[in-house]
């Protein structure tokens, strides 16, 4: 029998700040300077401060 596990608050900010992570190294391996406004403005989408829209909106601005 399987269960199945609900994802959490926490479980959401981890993978989204993970990915972020990812977002960001991959960046770098592909010769992108960093630029530490999107970086601050992504790790906010991540911990929950802002949602996809605000980032998107960010990014549309830059």
């Known amino acids: 029998m399987t269960t199945t596990r609900h994802r959490t608050a926490d479980d ?3 993978k989204r700040s993970a990915d972020v ?3 960001i190294h991959s960046g770098r391996l592909e ?3 960093d630029d530490p406004e999107w970086i601050e403005q992504m790790q906010r989408y ?3 401060e ?6 998107q ?3 549309d601005r830059t």
């Open 21 to 23: 992570e990812a977002v």
């Open 31 to 33: 010769g992108f300077e």
């Open 57 to 59: 909106d960010f990014a």
């Open 46 to 48: 991540a911990r929950g």
């Open 12 to 14: 959401t900010v981890a």
């Open 50 to 55: 802002i949602d996809i829209e605000d980032l």
